[in-house]
């Protein structure tokens, strides 16, 4: 799960007026008296402005408003930046549950006031907790009043959860973070301290975190290296799909489909796979992550383990994952492929 790494805490009044205060407030916080904005033991949350401006933090960002786009273009819902505005009245998030469920979501008729939306959002929230699995005594990363004063970080953390409970085919940057301010009201007082709030890690195919292998070495510190693999795995693949006068130029592009991974895994295993059992011309997310996943089931049939990426990973040309099942074939097959 995602965690909180806490950091000194300065209890100074000044210091929580300036948190408050900052560029990176929710919008609907202004410069009123901070007294008047928190009751005793309330606490608010404020995105520190360079995270927000963190290439990965962007990243994720624009990844979960074109996953929401994708998801409701037929409802002509169009989010924009910033995302906050859009979502914190649960209007969004419902239409976004209800069709990845495929449900119709309850709302109770409540009047159009502050008090109201949060009514709304509670019913929304609920059924997202149900559908997640997640229960009260375990602290969601996401409230009624998190989502509803516009902390993004909330609303990151629903959505990413979201997105990976339906295997979305979205790929997610990596070792997302962000830098939070908290301000709380205590005996009167403001007090302030700062926490990093992880948003992804480093993820399997399941969602759950994973330890680093040769490849993200590779990606991140021997450029060179990297090349050389690459050179020796497209020469792999073309030995083979030569046969059917096939030839690759590009392994981050020319297996996204799928279609290639099939007929690469056929040609090695010896057989030939019948073409009603994938689609040859895909031309949809869904149906190239039909083949990938079916090609993995292959891999899987000739005794190599689950590969480590997720079909959406390839279908999202992330050039890494193909590169690795690419070279789970290599390792097992390359005796028969230089002779």
């Not at 649960?90 to 119709?104: A, H, R, S, T």
């Not at 009043?145 to 953390?157: C, E, G, N, Q």
């Amino acid at each position: 799960m995602p965690r909180r790494t806490a950091y000194p805490v300065f209890d100074v009044e000044q210091e929580g007026r300036y948190a408050i205060d900052s560029p990176g407030s929710p919008p609907n916080i202004g410069a009123v008296s901070l007294d008047a904005q928190l009751q005793e033991g309330e606490e608010r949350y404020m995105v520190d402005p360079a995270s927000r401006e963190d290439p990965k933090v962007k990243e994720l960002v624009q990844v979960l408003i074109d996953w929401i786009n994708d998801e409701l273009a037929s409802h002509r819902i169009i989010v924009k930046h910033p995302l906050e505005e859009d979502l914190f009245d649960g209007q969004v998030l419902q239409k976004l549950i209800e069709k990845l469920e495929n449900i119709k979501v309850e709302i109770p008729e409540v009047t159009q006031t502050e008090e109201g939306q949060k009514q709304k959002l509670k019913v929304i929230l609920d059924e997202a907790n149900r559908i997640l699995q997640v229960q009260q005594w375990q602290n969601p990363k996401w409230t009624v009043d998190t989502i509803h004063s516009k902390y993004l970080v909330a609303m990151l953390h629903l959505l990413v959860a979201l997105a990976r409970f339906y295997r979305a085919p979205v790929r997610f940057p990596e070792n997302v973070s962000v830098r939070v301010t908290a301000v709380q009201k205590r005996d009167g007082l403001l007090h302030r301290r700062q926490m990093i709030e992880e948003i992804t890690a480093t993820y399997d195919e399941w969602g759950l975190r994973q330890e680093r292998d040769a490849f993200d070495t590779l990606f991140d510190h021997a450029p060179d290296k990297l090349n050389v693999v690459k050179k020796r795995l497209l020469m792999f693949v073309n030995q083979s799909l030569e046969q059917l006068s096939l030839e690759v130029s590009d392994l981050e592009t020319q297996f996204h489909d799928g279609v290639y991974l099939i007929l690469l895994i056929g040609l090695l295993e010896g057989y030939f796979v019948p073409l009603y059992d994938y689609y040859s011309a895909p031309s949809t997310v869904d149906q190239k992550v039909h083949n990938v996943t079916f090609a993995f089931e292959l891999m899987q049939d000739g005794g190599l383990p689950r590969p480590r990426a997720r079909p959406e990973d390839i279908v999202n040309l992330d050039l890494k994952s193909t590169l690795r099942v690419l070279y789970n074939l290599f390792s097992k097959y390359k005796a028969q492929s230089s002779t």
